[in-house]
C-alpha cells in the first residue's frame, strides 16, 4: 500500500468523525432525541425534555467536552461504579503506553526505518507515492547495526509496560478492598448459589435446604430462596407487555384520528380492535396469576437455591468448601448481585451445564471458522494483482488511481470492521446457554471469547492471508513460530493502520453517535409518547473492552515493526477517553458491579501482547541475520512469564474471593448495628425471581387488583 491509499483512508475516516461529532452537539440537544442520548438523565430526574425553541438548540457547540474532560475518578466511581472506572483506567494506561512508546517510535525507530534502503529509498519530493513499507523494520538492511536500536526499544518498551502493569494491578486492588470497606451491607455478600441439590420423592427441594443448612451450619443459617421454572410465565409477560403496546398505540391513533375529523370512519374499526386485544390481555393476566400460585409452583422448583447466611464470612466459608462426599451434589459458588441474576437460562445440574458448555464451545469454534470467508474477501482486496485475476472485467476500473486508493486503502478495513459488529452479539447469546447465573459472568466469559476470536480472525488470520490451512500449519510446527512470524505481520502493517483508522476512529465516534437507537427512536416514535417508559442502557464490556485490548495488542506487537502505527493509535485513545466519559455522564448506567474483576482481563492479554511482540522479535532478528540479538532476546518472555506469575501471585487472588481478614473486619463493624435485624429479613425479598412479582395492564376488573401471589 502506498502512502497515498493510507491517506484517502485517513481522510475519510476524519471527515466521518466531524461529521459525527457536528451532527451528534446538536441532535443531543433537540427534546425528541433526550432518550438517545441523555436517557441516564431522564431516568433520574436531572434533565427534563424542553420544548421551546432557542438558537443554541442549532449550533454544533462543543460544551460536552470540557464536562466529560473535568469528571474526576471519584465522581466516575460515585456515578458508574469500580467497573466504570477500571474501563477508563484501562484507557488511561493504553495512552501512557503508547505515548511512551510513541516518543520511541516515531523520533527514533521511524528514521532508522526510512534511512534503510533493502526495499527502496525513501522519496521525499515524490511523497504520497511511497509504499508504507518504507516505514517498517523490513526497510532496514540484513546484518545492520542499526537493528540494535530496535532490539533495546523492545527491551524499554517491556520494562515500561511491567512497571506500570505492577502500579496499575495495585492500585485497583487497593480500590477494590477500598471500595469493599466503604460498601453498605449488601445481599450478595451474605449469600451462596447452591445447585445440584439432591432431590427426594418424600421431600421437597425447599425441605432438604433446610435439613441440610440446619444441620450443618446451624449457627450461621439464616434462610433460603429455592428457584423455581419461569419460563412459561416469562413469556406470558412478554405477551402480555407486546399487547399492552399495541393498545396504547391504538388509542394515541384514535386520538388523533379524533383531532383530525376521521372519528366516523376508523374509529370503530381501532376500538373494535382495542377491545380484542383487551379481552386477551385479561386472559393472559389472569393466566399467570394461575402460574404464580403456589400451588402451580410447587411443581416447578429446580435443583438449585440462594442461602442466606448471618455474616460474610460464614457465605464465604461454605463457598469454598465442599459440601458433599459426592463432588457433584451440593455445589456452591457466590451469589450475584440480586440485579445481576439472570433467570432465562438458568440451569442448575452439573450435567447440564457440562454439556452445555460443551455444546458452546463446538458453537463458538465453528462460528471462528467460519468468519474466515470474510477475512479472505478482505485479503483479496488488499491484493489488486489477485483481484484482477478472479474478476478480469473489473482490469480497467482498477486503473483508475483515487479508486485504488479507497479499494486498497479504505474498502478492507470497513467490510471486516462491519463483520466483526456481529461478533459480540453472537458471543453473548451463546455464553448466555452456559448456564451462567450472573449477567457479569455471561459478559466476562463473552469478553474473553471475544478477544481471542478476535486475536484469531483479525490479527493471526489476517497475517497468514486468510487462510486456514496456513494458519493451522504454523500451529502444528511450534518450532517455527517466530520465523514464520517475522515474515507474516511485518508484511501487513499497512493493513492494521488503515484497520485501526477505520474501525478505531470511526466506531468510536459512532458510539458518540448511537446511530443504532438514533434509527430505532426515528422508527418508534410515531408509535410512542414522551411519558412512555424507556430503559437505561448499560455499557456491552464484551464489545468494548475487546476491541481497546485489540488496539492495544497492534500497537505493542508493530511498535518496533512499524511505528507509524502509534499516531493513530493515540488518536484513538484520547477519543475513546472522552467519548466514554461522555458516555458514562449521560448515557450508561450499571446494570452490576463486579468491584473490578475486569483487571485481570486487561492484564493477561497486555502479557500476551508482550509474549507475542517477543516471539516476533526474535524471528525478526534472526531473519535479518543479527544472531546476537536474537539469542539476547531469549531471556525477555522468561522474565516476562516470571513477572506475570508474580503478579497472580500477588494481586489475581484479591479479584477471587475477599480475605478473611477483610470479611471478619466487615463482620464486625455491623455486629452493633441496629439496621442488620431488618437487612436479614429483606434477603429473601432480594432474590425474589422478577417473574413472580405482581404486575398490573389491565384495570377494568376488580380482582386484577388482588396479590398475584397467594
Same mark, same amino acid.
Given at each position: ?390 474478476? +478480469?472485467? $473489473?482490469? &480497467?476500473?482498477? !486503473?483508475?488511481? =483515487? ?8 474498502? @478492507? *478495513? #470497513? ?101 443504532? +437507537?438514533? $434509527?430505532? &427512536?426515528?422508527? !418508534?416514535?410515531? =408509535? ?8 437505561? @442502557? *448499560? #455499557? ?171
Amino acid at each position: 500500500m502506498i502512502i497515498s491509499a493510507l491517506l484517502t483512508s485517513v481522510g475519510i475516516n476524519t471527515g466521518l468523525c466531524v461529521v459525527f461529532f457536528a451532527c451528534y452537539s446538536i441532535l443531543r440537544k433537540q427534546p425528541s432525541n433526550y432518550a438517545v442520548y441523555i436517557p441516564r438523565l431522564l431516568a433520574e430526574g436531572t434533565s427534563k425534555r424542553i420544548p421551546r425553541f432557542n438558537l443554541e438548540r442549532i449550533l454544533p457547540f462543543s460544551n460536552w467536552v470540557a464536562r466529560a474532560w473535568r469528571l474526576s475518578e471519584d465522581e466516575l466511581l460515585s456515578l458508574s461504579g469500580l467497573d466504570a472506572v477500571v474501563f477508563m483506567r484501562m484507557i488511561t494506561f493504553s495512552l501512557k503506553i503508547f505515548t511512551f512508546a510513541g516518543i520511541i517510535g516515531i523520533f527514533v525507530l521511524l528514521p532508522v526505518n526510512c534511512w534503510g534502503n533493502q526495499l527502496q529509498d525513501f522519496d521525499v519530493v515524490d511523497f504520497a507515492n511511497n509504499s508504507l513499507d518504507v516505514f517498517t523494520i523490513s526497510n532496514v538492511n540484513s546484518g545492520s547495526n542499526w537493528l540494535w536500536v530496535h532490539f533495546f526499544a523492545v527491551y524499554i518498551l517491556t520494562g515500561f509496560i511491567c512497571l506500570l502493569l505492577h502500579h496499575e494491578y495495585k492500585h485497583i486492588a487497593l480500590k477494590r478492598l477500598s471500595y469493599f470497606y466503604s460498601s453498605d451491607p449488601r445481599p450478595h455478600q451474605f449469600t451462596i448459589l447452591v445447585r445440584s441439590i439432591p432431590s427426594s420423592s418424600s421431600y421437597s427441594i425447599s425441605d432438604s435446604v433446610e435439613s441440610f443448612f440446619r444441620e450443618f451450619y446451624p449457627s450461621t443459617y439464616v434462610s433460603h430462596v429455592v428457584i423455581r421454572r419461569t419460563n412459561k410465565i416469562r413469556s406470558l409477560l412478554i405477551k402480555a407487555k407486546n399487547l399492552y403496546k399495541k393498545i396504547t398505540q391504538l388509542r394515541k391513533h384514535n386520538r388523533q384520528k379524533n383531532k383530525q375529523g376521521d372519528y366516523f370512519r376508523l374509529f370503530g374499526q381501532d376500538d373494535g380492535l382495542i377491545d380484542q386485544y383487551g379481552k386477551k390481555l385479561s386472559e393472559i393476566e389472569q393466566n399467570v396469576r394461575l402460574h404464580q400460585s403456589e400451588n402451580s409452583l410447587a411443581t416447578e422448583e429446580a435443583r438449585a437455591a440462594f442461602v442466606f447466611f448471618k455474616s460474610r464470612y460464614a457465605a464465604a466459608t461454605a463457598f469454598h468448601m465442599q459440601q458433599s462426599v459426592n463432588p457433584t451434589q451440593w455445589i456452591a459458588e457466590p451469589a450475584p448481585e440480586p440485579r445481576d441474576v439472570y433467570w432465562p437460562f438458568f440451569s442448575e445440574s452439573f450435567m447440564r451445564r457440562w454439556i452445555s458448555k460443551l455444546v458452546v464451545l463446538v458453537a463458538t469454534t465453528l462460528f471462528t471458522l467460519l468468519f474466515l470467508i470474510p477475512v479472505v474477501i478482505v485479503q483479496g482486496l488488499t491484493n489488486l494483482k489477485q483481484l484482477e485475476v478472479l474478476f +478480469p472485467f $473489473l482490469t &480497467s476500473i482498477l !486503473t483508475i488511481k =483515487f479508486v485504488t486508493q479507497i479499494i486498497t486503502g479504505y474498502l @478492507p *478495513s #470497513l467490510i471486516l470492521q462491519l463483520s466483526l459488529k456481529a461478533v459480540p452479539p453472537i458471543m453473548g447469546f451463546l455464553t448466555s446457554m452456559q448456564g451462567y447465573i450472573s449477567h457479569s459472568d455471561i459478559e466476562s466469559s463473552a469478553c474473553n471469547k471475544v478477544i481471542w476470536f478476535t486475536v484469531w480472525n483479525v490479527f493471526l488470520a489476517t497475517v497468514f492471508s486468510g487462510s486456514f490451512i496456513s494458519l493451522l500449519s504454523v500451529i502444528l510446527d511450534p518450532k517455527h513460530i517466530p520465523e514464520r512470524l517475522a515474515v507474516a505481520v511485518p508484511a501487513q502493517a499497512s493493513f492494521f493502520i488503515t484497520y485501526v483508522v477505520t474501525s478505531g476512529w470511526t466506531s468510536v465516534t459512532s458510539e458518540l453517535f448511537r446511530i443504532i +437507537p438514533l $434509527l430505532g &427512536s426515528l422508527i !418508534t416514535r410515531p =408509535f410512542s409518547s414522551p411519558d412512555d417508559e424507556f430503559e437505561v @442502557p *448499560s #455499557l456491552p464490556f464484551h464489545r468494548d473492552v475487546p476491541r481497546v485490548l485489540f488496539f492495544g495488542l497492534l500497537g505493542i506487537t508493530y511498535f518496533f515493526l512499524a511505528p507509524l502505527i502509534l499516531p493513530f493509535l493515540l488518536a484513538y485513545l484520547c477519543l475513546a477517553y472522552i467519548i466514554y466519559r461522555n458516555q458514562f455522564i449521560n448515557v450508561y448506567a450499571p446494570k452490576y458491579e463486579t468491584g473490578g474483576k475486569l483487571w485481570p482481563t486487561v492484564h493477561n492479554t497486555m502479557i500476551f501482547s508482550l509474549i507475542l511482540m517477543h516471539m516476533i522479535a526474535l524471528g525478526i532478528f534472526a531473519l535479518k541475520k543479527l544472531s546476537p540479538a536474537s539469542s539476547w532476546m531469549l531471556p525477555l518472555p522468561v522474565l516476562t512469564l516470571l513477572f506475570n506469575e508474580y503478579c497472580r501471585k500477588r494481586f489475581l487472588p484479591i479479584f477471587i474471593a475477599y480475605s478473611t481478614e477483610s470479611l471478619i473486619k466487615k463482620d464486625r463493624e455491623d455486629q452493633n448495628d441496629p439496621r442488620m435485624a431488618e437487612f436479614y429479613k429483606k434477603l429473601v425479598i432480594a432474590y425474589k425471581d422478577p417473574a413472580l412479582l405482581p404486575f398490573q395492564y389491565t384495570s377494568n376488573t376488580d380482582d386484577l387488583f388482588d396479590p398475584l401471589l397467594s
